[in-house]
């Protein structure tokens, strides 16, 4: 048991279509990251939350979006759906001012776009 | 672009064996991590290890880090068959702000009974 539950963890979408992935991140973790992982692939940073705001993005266009709440719970939400975003998506959290920096991956969202 | 690149892509072994995985990186890091992923599903964090240090042990698992040559590895030793699993390792680079990992594309392990 990780400590870090994502919902659902099966979607199946259409292109185009918009969807909302969540994350419950451990207990005592402030700082929430999404991951995005295609088949065979190793995981791709989408981006950061910390206390709320963004604290870092990689290489995703702006049609991927995020929230994180005052719980620390956390939203990936992808819009205009295309067949390329299927994918496992994955929410890790950790906390800021702690070193090593320990991260805490859920198991998963498995979206698939037809 | 994956910063990491593991080696072998894929490693196939008998139970009781040792299995080795390597790992190169392309930028200078804080820390380099190595991950555990069955089937798909989440990521289970094995081992840390900090810019600053040479090897570190943790049960069966050693892992040796070469910042002069961007490199790290991975030892399993006295594989079982639960060992079996993708294997990632994963490097925390010196960036300012963000606390991104930046995974490579990982080592399929089976290891047979």
């Known amino acids: 048991e990780t400590g870090v539950t994502q919902s659902p963890t099966h979607l199946i979408k259409t292109r185009g279509q918009q969807v909302t992935l969540r994350c419950s991140s451990q207990?005592?973790?402030?700082?929430v990251s999404w991951y995005q992982q295609a088949l065979g692939q190793g995981p791709q940073f989408i981006f950061q939350?910390?206390?709320?705001?963004?604290?870092g993005r990689g290489n995703f266009p702006p049609r991927f979006s995020g929230l994180q709440f005052p719980n620390y719970s956390s939203e990936l939400n992808v819009n205009a759906l295309e067949l390329d975003d299927s994918a496992l998506y994955l929410c890790?959290?950790?906390?800021?001012?702690?070193?090593?920096?320990?991260?805490?991956f859920g198991s998963g969202t498995r979206l698939t776009v037809v | 672009s994956q910063q990491g690149e593991e080696d072998p892509q894929a490693l196939s072994i008998q139970e009781g064996e040792n299995a080795t995985m390597n790992c190169s990186y392309k930028t200078s890091i804080n820390n380099l991590q190595w991950y555990r992923q069955n089937s798909g599903r989440g990521l289970v964090h094995l081992i840390l290890?900090?810019?600053?240090?040479r090897e570190k042990h943790s049960g069966r698992l050693r892992v040796t880090l070469d910042t002069s040559k961007k490199s790290s590895s991975l030892l399993i030793t006295a594989s079982r068959a639960a060992d079996t699993a993708s294997y990632f390792c994963?490097?925390?680079?010196?960036?300012?702000?963000?606390?991104?990992?930046?995974f490579g594309s990982g080592t399929r392990l089976q290891v047979q009974p």
């Open positions: 939350y910390y206390r709320e705001e963004e604290n």
């Open positions: 890790a959290s950790s906390s800021e001012g702690i070193a090593p920096y320990g991260y805490t």
């Open positions: 207990s005592g973790h402030n700082t």
């Open positions: 290890i900090r810019s600053n240090e």
């Open positions: 994963a490097t925390d680079a010196v960036d300012t702000g963000r606390r991104a990992l930046t």
